[in-house]
């Protein structure tokens, strides 16, 4: 049988998620977790912490690392960590995106850069019907970053569910906020061994962007 030992591209939200679930039922093997932060201490798009990145992995039951990196050395770490993963087996990338063209040939580029596979689980599905799907598995995931210039302030800190979605999508926003409208952070479903009990404390970040700031407790 082929090696399907694989790394997951965590974002700590619903489409990385859901891209794990969906590569554990294709008959992968995850073996990592791999989230990118850049100069700061938190997540690039998230905005979470280590603290947060660790606690999910455990609740998962899988081992993580975060890479660091200015954006104009992203693609060089990511592509170093990636050949660390190879040379413990790992054979494949899992990735949560949905229809971008530009992201998926970003992706299978670092892959064969390790000699590895890109595979996308949730690729050309319908962006609204995923969603629906995530929410229907019993995964329960919270707004913690809204674009403010596409999305109102009112949706941070809602927990994903039908009716949330219909009501961002009625905004002319898209339900799965893959333009960039939000993002989210997973805290229990169906692969966690225990629910992430978290704080949510809003703070205004003067960019056209509002996040939440994601405390364990």
């Not at 799965?176 to 966690?192: I, K, R, S």
């Amino acid at each position: 049988m082929q090696n399907k030992k694989c790394f997951i591209s965590w974002s700590g939200g619903k489409d990385s998620c859901l891209a794990l679930f969906k590569a554990k039922e294709m008959g992968y093997e995850p073996l990592k977790l791999l989230t990118m932060f850049g100069t700061e201490e938190i997540s690039s798009s998230h905005r979470l912490s280590e603290k947060i990145i660790k606690a999910q992995a455990e609740s998962l039951g899988l081992d993580y690392t975060i890479g660091k990196a200015a954006f104009d050395d992203y693609e060089k770490v990511f592509v170093s960590i990636l050949k660390d993963f190879k040379d413990l087996g790992i054979n494949c990338g899992i990735f949560g995106d949905i229809d971008l063209d530009e992201h998926r040939q970003w992706e299978e580029r670092v892959c064969r850069s390790a000699s590895m596979e890109a595979v996308l689980p949730l690729w050309k599905r319908n962006r609204k019907d995923l969603v629906k799907e995530f929410i229907s598995l019993g995964f329960k995931a919270k707004i913690v970053v809204v674009n403010t210039q596409m999305l109102d302030s009112k949706f941070l800190g809602r927990d994903l569910s039908f009716s949330l979605i219909e009501e961002i999508e009625t905004s002319g926003a898209d339900p799965c906020g893959e333009n960039g409208e939000y993002h989210t952070l997973v805290y229990d479903g169906p692969l966690f061994k225990k629910p992430l009990k978290v704080r949510f404390n809003p703070e205004i970040i003067p960019v056209g962007e509002k996040w939440a700031q994601i405390t364990i407790l």
